[in-house]
T-cell receptor, first 111, second 113 residues
Framework: AQSVTQLDSQVPVFEEAPVELRCNYS??????LFWYVQYPNQGLQLLLK??????LVKGINGFEAEFNKSQTSFHLRKPSVHISDTAEYFC?????????FGAGTRLTVKP | NAGVTQTPKFQVLKTGQSMTLQCAQD?????MYWYRQDPGMGLRLIYY???????DKGEVPNGYNVSRLNKREFSLRLESAAPSQTSVYFC????????????FGSGTRLTVV
């Protein structure tokens, strides 16, 4: 069965610094991978997704993620963060009909 | 705005009471899902409906029932609420299988006392 592990529950970072949020997955078949963002008191919004093809995926708000099949990872990166990036980020994996989410990483951007 | 609409946004129940959470989407999506979100546990799938007329259990179905009323609506029912069901509930929809990506509602914050 598919599962996702987000390696950091909280990541504090200063404004304009780079950030990486780590995600590892397990699955017995080909998977589709996603990153979602949740701002306070809101639902989840899709940041980016990997379905096939290029292993480097670009998303909204300057985020990108790299699919690494040998390491079963899908880490999210941004070269320079803003205060407005403060939110909770969820990695997710889908094999077929449903999607399983990690526990989330709270990114806090400090001035 | 087009998207997924959940009602109510907030609810307080007493232990043993019942209630139904409503979800409707206007994107003509085939698949709909109910998740619960708890601190430190991410989102866990309760039930899903891959298409109108079908429903399947997810990771944590115990204590819940669902109805796919039509293509637009997917409701979640708690027959006898328990404090362990205190959570934030999210409905989501998708045009197809999981790899299409989901559109989420804004959530229902449920407290059972």
């Amino acid at each position: 069965a598919q599962s996702v592990t987000q390696l950091d529950s909280q990541v504090p970072v200063f404004e304009e610094a780079p950030v990486e949020l780590r995600c590892n997955y397990s699955s017995s078949v080909s998977v589709y991978l996603f990153w979602y963002v949740q701002y306070p008191n809101q639902g989840l919004q899709l940041l980016l997704k990997y379905l096939s093809g290029s292993t480097l995926v670009k998303g909204i708000n300057g985020f990108e993620a790299e699919f690494n099949k040998s390491q079963t990872s899908f880490h999210l990166r941004k070269p320079s963060v803003h205060i407005s990036d403060t939110a909770e980020y969820f990695c997710a994996v889908s094999e077929s009909n449903d999607m399983r989410f990690g526990a989330g990483t709270r990114l806090t951007v400090k001035p | 705005n087009a998207g997924v609409t959940q009602t109510p946004k907030f609810q307080v129940l007493k232990t043993g009471q019942s209630m139904t959470l409503q979800c409707a989407q206007d994107m003509n999506h085939n698949s709909m899902y109910w998740y619960r979100q708890d601190p430190g546990m991410g989102l866990r799938l309760i039930y899903y409906s891959a298409s109108e007329g079908t429903t399947d259990k997810g990771e944590v179905p115990n204590g819940y029932n669902v109805s796919r009323l039509n293509k637009r609506e997917f409701s979640l029912r708690l027959e006898s609420a328990a404090p362990s069901q205190t959570s934030v509930y999210f409905c989501a929809s998708s045009s197809g299988p999981g790899f299409y990506g989901y559109t989420f509602g804004s959530g229902t914050r449920l407290t059972v006392v």
